[in-house]
């Protein structure tokens, strides 16, 4: 029986897609590891390789389409002996289920086919070939109870073929329960709806623009992390004059090698300094419990047109300011090219956000769950103040404003981490000691 592709999930978060283009055409025989489409997520486009061999005997979905959903059927694979008369049944085989369940409430448990989608009792995904999945689900195998033989885990033909099923009592009714919990928080999270919006501005001229997967990911992520994380907020200014003259005197010993250090740069690597000096605000909210992290990975916000990415920056608090700026620099050409690795994107505890190259004096930014503090940086200006001395002088102030998660950090903590950084960037000698 010919096998469907589906839809890849190639990120935690990913429940759609765009399918950019293919890389196959019908009639091509295929092997395992061999690319098949070029797939664009809410974050990057990437590629997507077959699992089995065989030949592709017809493209489902077309390139360019977008919206197309995790395990949608996207193109049917003939094994050996198939021919393309045997696609009509492989093809045809799902439209029953659906038709039933958006007619008859008896159909309910038809219309979530555990199979297409399976999650392990941690709450991860269960990754398995095509092949695999459709064995399980006619055997009627529970696939997060198997063990998969292949790469990374992923589960294949053999691990099924000898498997017997267990009884999933438990599955329809939790499966049942989820619309009726999720009904609320989705009213809560979308606001007014798309047509008493429309009919509040009739008669108004505007401009409609489609939502891309990017933008969809921001709004439910933001809406979620202001929902449901206790902000709060510590400010202060930072003198940048020893920073800005120091920098000064490194970019020119560096000028042979082609570096140019940025005042971003000095702030990550603060940053990364101060959370191994405060090593309990070196934390993530992982739901039941607080995850403090060993290495300093600090995630930096990164525009592009449509979004935003934050790009990670791995023990960063091991590596010099030449290589973490050589670092950023790459992570911020490819996420305005889209073309990181999820990896590359997710992880770290904490995060900077810098505005000040747009003139902004201060600002409050958003925490990107489930990290414990993003640093919103400013624009140095330069502003009067009083010396050590009580002498009023000039000096290049720099505004910060920590968001806290207060699950995480309490405000104590907070301070204590913010006068770290804070410490490092007004004596960077601290630095390289």
Same mark, same amino acid.
């Given at each position: 029986?010919?096998?469907?592709?589906?839809?890849?999930?190639?990120?935690?978060?990913?429940?759609?897609?765009?399918?950019?283009?293919?890389?196959?055409?019908?009639?091509?025989?295929?092997? +395992?590891?061999?690319?098949?489409?070029?797939?664009?997520?809410?974050?990057? $486009?990437?590629?997507?390789?077959?699992?089995?061999?065989?030949? #592709?005997?017809? #493209?489902?979905?077309?390139?360019?389409?977008?919206?197309?959903?995790?395990? $949608?059927? #996207? *193109?049917?694979?003939? &094994?050996?002996?198939?021919?393309?008369?045997?696609?009509?049944?492989?093809?045809?085989?799902?439209?029953?289920?659906?038709?039933?369940?958006? $007619?008859?409430?008896? &159909? *309910?448990?038809?219309?979530?086919?555990?199979? /297409?989608?399976?999650? &392990?009792? +941690?709450?991860? !995904?269960?990754? &398995?070939?095509?092949?695999? !999945?459709?064995?399980? %689900?006619?055997?009627?195998?529970?696939?997060?109870?198997?063990?998969?033989?292949?790469?990374?885990?992923?589960?294949?033909?053999?691990?099924?073929?000898?498997?017997?099923?267990?009884?999933?009592?438990?599955?329809? %009714?939790?499966?049942?329960?989820?619309?009726?919990?999720?009904?609320?928080?989705?009213?809560?999270?979308?606001?007014?709806?798309?047509?008493?919006?429309?009919? =509040?501005?009739?008669?108004?001229?505007?401009?409609?623009?489609?939502?891309?997967?990017?933008?969809?990911?921001?709004?439910?992520?933001?809406?979620?992390?202001?929902?449901?994380?206790?902000?709060?907020?510590?400010?202060?200014?930072?003198?940048?004059?020893?920073? @800005?003259?120091?920098?000064?005197?490194?970019?020119?010993?560096?000028?042979?090698?082609?570096?140019?250090?940025?005042?971003?740069?000095?702030?990550?690597?603060?940053?990364? @300094?101060?959370?191994?000096?405060?090593?309990? *605000?070196?934390?993530?909210?992982?739901?039941?419990?607080?995850?403090?992290?060993?290495? +300093?990975?600090? %995630?930096?916000?990164?525009?592009?047109?449509?979004?935003?990415?934050?790009?990670?920056?791995?023990?960063?608090?091991?590596?010099? @300011?030449?290589?973490?700026?050589?670092?950023?620099?790459?992570?911020?050409?490819?996420?305005?090219?889209?073309?990181?690795?999820?990896?590359?994107?997710?992880?770290?505890?904490?995060?900077?956000?810098? @505005?000040?190259?747009?003139?902004?004096?201060?600002?409050?930014?958003? #925490?990107?769950?489930?990290?414990?503090?993003?640093?919103?940086?400013? /624009?140095?200006?330069?502003?009067?103040?009083?010396?050590?001395?009580?002498?009023?002088?000039?000096?290049?102030? =720099?505004?910060?404003?920590? +968001?806290?998660?207060? !699950?995480?950090?309490?405000?104590?903590?907070?301070?204590?981490?913010?006068? %770290?950084?804070?410490?490092?960037?007004?004596?960077?000698? =601290?630095?390289?000691?």
């Amino acid at each position: 029986m010919p096998t469907e592709i589906l839809m890849p999930a190639l990120s935690p978060t990913m429940e759609e897609g765009t399918l950019a283009k293919w890389l196959v055409k019908e009639g091509d025989t295929v092997s +395992s590891g061999d690319l098949l489409a070029e797939i664009e997520t809410d974050k990057a $486009t990437m590629e997507f390789e077959a699992v089995d061999e065989g030949v #592709i005997g017809k #493209i489902l979905i077309a390139e360019g389409t977008e919206g197309v959903k995790v395990n $949608t059927a #996207i *193109a049917v694979l003939l &094994a050996d002996g198939e021919s393309a008369s045997d696609i009509g049944t492989a093809s045809a085989a799902p439209a029953p289920a659906a038709a039933p369940a958006a $007619t008859a409430p008896a &159909a *309910a448990p038809a219309a979530a086919p555990a199979p /297409a989608a399976p999650v &392990a009792a +941690s709450g991860e !995904r269960v990754f &398995a070939s095509p092949l695999a !999945r459709r064995i399980a %689900a006619d055997k009627g195998l529970d696939l997060s109870a198997i063990t998969g033989s292949g790469p990374r885990g992923r589960i294949v033909k053999a691990d099924v073929e000898g498997a017997t099923a267990a009884p999933k009592a438990a599955a329809p %009714a939790a499966a049942a329960e989820a619309p009726k919990a999720a009904a609320p928080a989705a009213a809560v999270a979308t606001g007014p709806s798309t047509e008493a919006v429309l009919k =509040m501005y009739e008669g108004r001229q505007f401009e409609e623009k489609k939502l891309d997967g990017m933008r969809k990911t921001i709004a439910g992520r933001l809406t979620e992390a202001k929902q449901t994380i206790p902000h709060f907020y510590l400010r202060r200014d930072i003198k940048l004059d020893a920073l @800005l003259k120091f920098r000064s005197q490194l970019n020119k010993q560096l000028e042979g090698r082609g570096v140019k250090l940025s005042v971003n740069d000095f702030i990550i690597k603060a940053s990364a @300094l101060a959370l191994q000096a405060v090593p309990a *605000a070196n934390a993530v909210w992982a739901g039941d419990r607080v995850l403090e992290m060993k290495p +300093s990975d600090v %995630a930096v916000a990164v525009a592009i047109e449509g979004g935003l990415f934050t790009p990670v920056l791995k023990d960063a608090e091991m590596k010099s @300011l030449s290589a973490l700026s050589a670092e950023m620099k790459d992570l911020a050409k490819r996420a305005r090219d889209r073309k990181l690795a999820p990896h590359e994107y997710q992880g770290g505890s904490f995060a900077i956000s810098n @505005l000040g190259m747009f003139g902004i004096d201060n600002f409050d930014a958003v #925490i990107n769950p489930p990290h414990g503090a993003i640093l919103a940086v400013g /624009a140095g200006v330069k502003k009067p103040v009083v010396n050590a001395a009580g002498e009023i002088e000039v000096a290049t102030v =720099m505004s910060v404003t920590l +968001s806290v998660d207060h !699950r995480v950090i309490d405000g104590a903590l907070g301070a204590e981490l913010l006068t %770290a950084i804070a410490e490092n960037l007004e004596n960077p000698m =601290m630095m390289l000691a």
